[in-house]
């Protein structure tokens, strides 16, 4: 099985968060994150030195979990070199930061003994999210992150399996 994750580099992301408030927007400036509110008052909410790729928002829109770029691998195709120049693919390890509190409340890194990176799927439930760590080419081994019991739990790839299918079914074509 081969699992591909696309990043989007220098491109404005963003996605629509309710709030009480204000309609805001989260989106990716400069490698961090920002919460685009209408009266202007934008702010940034990390402090990565320029290293966050991609995030995804919780379904209730209270947590965005996001990857922070630690390192580069090369990449594993069966496309020929070009150029004899071999591409790397950033790998990240995952925070998850609380929109309602206003901080970080989670930082997911593979646990020891396990794979060198960790990559989100998608959030199953508003509080559940699906990962996987990898060497840069195969998946090692699959867990669900519980927000609110702050656990990253291993599970086995059959249980990971039907929650992603779930998640696939909940994206947009």
């Known amino acids: 099985m081969r699992l591909v994750i696309t990043v989007v580099l220098g491109a404005m992301l963003a996605i629509t968060v309710a709030s009480l408030l204000c309609a805001e927007n989260i989106t990716i400036k400069d490698g961090e994150l920002i919460i685009i509110r209408n009266h202007g008052d934008n702010r940034k909410i990390t402090n990565t030195g320029g290293k966050i790729t991609r995030f995804l928002m919780s379904p209730d829109n209270n947590y965005v979990a996001y990857a922070i770029t630690v390192g580069f691998v090369p990449e594993h195709n069966d496309a020929p070199e070009i150029d004899n120049e071999v591409r790397e693919v950033p790998v990240s390890n995952i925070e998850i930061y609380d929109l309602k509190a206003g901080r970080a409340v989670a930082k997911i890194t593979p646990p020891i003994d396990s794979c060198e990176f960790i990559y989100t799927e998608g959030w199953v439930s508003e509080n559940e999210l699906l990962l996987h760590d990898a060497d840069g080419v195969a998946v090692c ?24 299918k779930t998640i696939l079914k909940l994206r947009p074509n």
């Open 141 to 164: 081994s699959t867990y669900k992150y519980d927000v609110l019991k702050k656990q990253l739990t291993e599970i086995e790839y059959e249980e990971y399996d039907k929650k992603l």
